[in-house]
T-cell receptor, first 116, second 114 residues
């Protein structure tokens, strides 16, 4: 049984460039979450999908960040005009239901983004 | 603003010692979860506590949820080098927010020396 996978594992880019980070959730999980973890900190919530729709995007820091999940499975986090402050590990998680009560989230290994 | 305050941030102890990690908040959570994270990996769920006053045990680990559902603690008995890692508490459903959105503490880096 495959877990949550994320690609790439590492991404180095230059300030001002556009990046896409991909998340493949566990098959059959309807809910998908994106978090950002800076060095020495706990993960910070970005956005949560229930199926294809964003159920809560209150954690996206600004309009440079956007995420999609067009078919209710794979999700892509897109960051435009990257800034050095965007450097962090971006974690994706999925869960079976995502609503109505505590539901275990399974995390991927993350994508380490470095903006030079 | 950090909704969940976790302490201590760093803990370095000898094998066989006991330790407690605390997670405190001014917000009420519907549930609180404890995770462990290894370098280069995502967090892995250890336990979820839901009821105020609830105590759960997982081998040498004891988790407690405060009566008011605002705080929690993780106690490890007779720590072993294999317990080394980053321990995170996370609250769900704070202040009526939706399930799914986890609010994490800043984490406790535990090092157990042989």
């Amino acid at each position: 049984g495959a877990g949550v996978s994320q690609t790439p594992s590492n991404k180095v880019t230059e300030k001002g460039k556009y990046v896409e980070l991909r998340c493949d959730p566990i098959s059959g999980h309807t809910a998908l979450y994106w978090y950002r973890q800076s060095l020495g900190q706990g993960p910070e919530f970005l956005i949560y999908f229930q199926g294809t729709g964003a159920a809560d995007d209150s954690g996206l820091p600004n309009d440079r960040f956007f995420a999609v999940r067009p078919e209710g499975s794979v999700s892509t986090l897109k960051i435009q005009r990257t800034e050095r402050g965007d450097s962090a590990v971006y974690l994706c998680a999925s869960s079976l239901l995502g609503a109505g009560g505590p539901d275990e989230q399974f995390f991927g290994p993350g994508t380490r983004l470095t903006v030079l | 603003t950090q909704l969940l305050e976790q302490s201590p941030q760093f803990l370095s102890i000898q094998e066989g010692e006991n330790l407690t990690v605390y997670c405190n908040s001014s917000s009420v959570f519907s549930s609180l979860q404890w995770y462990r994270q290894e370098p280069g990996e995502g967090p892995v769920l250890l336990v979820t506590v839901v009821t105020g006053g609830e105590v759960k045990k997982l081998k040498r680990l004891t988790f407690q949820f405060g009566d008011a559902r605002k705080d929690s603690s993780l106690h490890i008995t007779a720590a072993q080098p294999g317990d080394t890692g980053l321990y995170l508490c996370a609250g769900e459903g704070a202040g009526g927010t939706s399930y799914g959105k986890l609010t994490f503490g800043q984490g406790t880096i535990l090092t157990v020396h042989p």
